[in-house]
């Protein structure tokens, strides 16, 4: 009798302890949509007229796009290059950016150059986006004063 009970025991264990492996799975899949969704606010809305604005400084490559992100943002904000490129790509083929090689023979580093159609969508992504970024502003400057003060 005592086996079965230890083998009651032991099957009910490894229940609770699957439920609890289910919970704490759901919520770690949860934070991560929810660090996912922050996240493509930058890289999918902000991040590619930031990218056109850094190129309208000056030509550049990809990588230090990146490091300029990071200096011009305290280091609060820096993309990794692995977002940088295939973004430059995309901006590559709608023709706002030209990437040219340094050494066309060699072709270890391409340089990207803002176009005159690339100038004309950053100035109307500008405008357009003005108003929300403003929004965007002080909305998050009520959560948080609600949250933190």
């Known amino acids: 009798m005592s086996k079965e009970i230890d083998s009651f025991n032991l099957?009910?264990?490894?229940?609770?302890?699957?439920e609890e492996y289910k919970a704490k799975l759901?919520?770690?899949?949860?934070?991560?949509?929810?660090?996912?969704?922050?996240?493509?606010?930058?890289?999918?809305?902000?991040?590619?007229?930031?990218?056109?604005?850094?190129?309208?400084?000056?030509?550049?490559?990809?990588?230090?796009?990146?490091?300029?992100?990071?200096?011009?943002?305290?280091?609060?904000w820096i993309p990794s290059t692995g977002g940088i490129y295939p973004l430059l790509n995309k901006l590559e083929k709608e023709k706002l950016v030209e990437g040219k090689w340094d050494d066309s023979k060699k072709k270890i580093q391409k340089i990207y150059t803002?176009?005159?159609?690339?100038?004309?969508?950053?100035?109307?992504?500008?405008?357009?986006?003005r108003g929300k970024i403003e929004e965007a502003l002080e909305v998050f400057k009520i959560v948080y004063k609600d949250l933190y003060k």
Do not use: C, M
Not at 121 to 127: F, G, I, R, Y
């Open 11 to 18: 099957k009910a264990e490894e229940k609770r302890l699957y």
């Open 26 to 76: 759901a919520q770690i899949k949860k934070v991560e949509k929810e660090n996912e969704a922050v996240g493509q606010v930058f890289t999918k809305g902000l991040l590619p007229l930031y990218v056109l604005y850094i190129l309208s400084l000056g030509s550049t490559n990809g990588n230090d796009i990146s490091h300029k992100v990071g200096e011009r943002t305290n280091g609060l």
């Open 114 to 129: 803002l176009t005159e159609k690339g100038y004309k969508e950053l100035e109307e992504k500008k405008n357009l986006l």
